[in-house]
């Protein structure tokens, strides 16, 4: 393909591209650009007041702009709650790489190895405004587990293409610049990494050192997006999909019909016709509607991004105010959480890493290339056909019963966690981690659960099988 040029056509003749390299790669920058952002948040222009300061607060009128001052007086600038050589030293604490791709010059990603034979490839992919590190949590439980029975996971994180370190697509265009396309060049990765070969083959287990055909996929957020053209791109070898976020709806002409038209009539109405619905269902259904209601910035993404795109770029608190707004109601000091991980350093990690890689923008792009994200999961050449597994965390942004889940894929495996939610791996990591091991344990369990004691699982949905299974089957025996 011409270096100059990207196209659908060239693109679809050439489903897995050549990587021409992968490097060891190091998260730094330089120290004007650190002391460039401590100047900044020491002269702050802060708003003058709360907007409407005498109505309730809602999603409309936050984050305050005291919320603002405080998060950067007593956590930005608080050397004891937060410095940028802390941030830096944390992003490294694990292996970082990058890769070119065809048009993307610098994929990067993270990469950690379990130290057991038998571990299996699992590719995590975040979403906004979430971000490679929101899995740091996670990682150790995944890549060793204490107990000798549980699964262990090989854990590739890329950032996607346009956020922080990777390169933005050169033009939206049919598998270039959207879900297709980045989940063209992230399987190119996973081959590459040597988790594309047969069981047999001899060049692809010497470069990952593992025995399996291909390799599992997680995500959450757009990260589920991607999963799922990763399970349907040409030359994919995913062989399993978990994903946290599923904002499906009833399909069918019946079924499809019927909630359509619930959403559109009058609230009244839909309170007297909610007395006859299950309690699963009017909860998925208020938490549609409540998602759908707090789409501004959705839209504001798809629509205009280059006109955030200078703001939030030049100025940090426009970037804590924009993104804070999605991470703040489980954060002290205005409301407890219920995570030890979900912090305002976390937060502050997010936004100083975007502010430092000039990214913010590109990050957009997901929302301003592909179609409305709900309409891809309905899409019926974004079904998934390999062993599909779901779990659904109760503070998630939308509710969605296993029966919807099921329409839009093979789903073997299904549960219900004791808590966490839109951000599970880095809020609740034990209970994410949990999940993980369950679903692709042989036949779907690593051990029994039955509640937030037992791995956090206080509901099984679906559970026909392990995610593995069929891996298992072909050449689990060997590994014995």
């Not at 011409?2 to 196209?7: A, K, N, V």
């Not at 047999?200 to 399996?212: D, F, L, M, Q, Y």
């Not at 305002?344 to 936004?351: G, I, R, W």
Request: glycine content about 8%; overall charge neutral.
């Amino acid at each position: 393909m011409s270096s100059s040029l990207y196209t659908t056509e060239a693109a679809l003749a050439d489903p897995v591209p050549t990587v021409a390299s992968i490097l060891p790669f190091k998260v730094s920058f330089p120290d004007s650009e650190l002391q460039d952002l401590v100047s900044r948040l020491k002269n702050p222009r802060y708003a003058q007041e709360q907007l409407l300061p005498q109505d309730p607060r809602s999603a409309q009128l936050t984050p305050t702009p005291a919320w603002i001052q405080n998060v950067v007086e007593n956590f930005w600038l608080n050397e004891n709650e937060f410095t940028l050589k802390g941030m830096i030293d944390e992003m490294n604490k694990y292996p970082h790489f990058v890769a070119e791709v065809d048009w993307c010059k610098q994929l990067h990603f993270v990469y950690v190895r379990s130290s057991r034979k038998d571990a299996i490839p699992l590719l995590l992919l975040h979403g906004w405004p979430g971000a490679f590190h929101e899995f740091y949590p996670s990682v150790d439980g995944l890549v060793e587990p204490e107990n000798p029975d549980d699964p262990a996971f090989h854990v590739v994180i890329p950032s996607l293409p346009g956020f922080l370190f990777s390169s933005p697509p050169p033009t939206g265009a049919r598998m270039i610049g959207d879900v297709h396309g980045y989940a063209r060049i992230i399987n190119a990765l996973m081959i590459a990494l040597g988790y594309g070969g047969s069981a047999s083959s001899a060049e692809s287990i010497a470069k990952s050192g593992s025995p399996w055909k291909g390799y599992g996929v997680q995500g959450g957020d757009w990260g589920s997006a991607v999963s799922r053209a990763i399970a349907n791109v040409n030359g994919s070898r995913a062989r399993a999909v978990h994903l946290n976020f599923c904002p499906a709806r009833p399909s069918g002409l019946i079924g499809g019909t019927a909630y359509n038209a619930y959403l559109s009539i009058p609230m009244g109405m839909k309170k007297w016709l909610a007395n006859f619905l299950g309690e699963e269902a009017r909860k998925s259904i208020a938490k549609t509607e409540s998602f759908q209601a707090s789409m501004a910035y959705y839209h504001v993404q798809h629509w205009r991004p280059a006109q955030l795109l200078t703001a939030l770029t030049d100025s940090p608190l426009g970037m804590l105010g924009w993104i804070g707004a999605f991470l703040q109601d489980p954060l002290p000091p205005l409301t407890p959480g219920e995570s030890k991980t979900l912090t305002v350093k976390a937060l502050l990690t997010n936004v100083s890493m975007f502010w430092l890689t000039r990214s913010i923008g590109t990050s957009f792009l997901l929302y301003t290339v592909n179609a409305f994200l709900p309409d891809i999961v309905m899409d019926p050449q974004q079904f998934i056909r390999v062993p599909f597994g779901f779990t659904e965390f109760p503070r998630e942004l939308a509710s969605t019963p296993a029966l919807w889940v099921a329409g839009t894929g093979n789903l073997v495996w299904a549960a219900k966690a004791s808590k966490g939610g839109h951000f599970a791996a880095l809020e609740v990591p034990e209970v994410y981690v949990e999940h993980m091991r369950n679903a692709f344990a042989k036949q779907g369990h690593a051990r029994r659960t039955k509640g937030e004691g037992e791995g956090g699982i206080v509901k099984m949905d679906v559970a026909k099988a392990g995610l593995w299974d069929r891996e298992y089957r072909d050449i689990g025996e060997k590994l014995s």
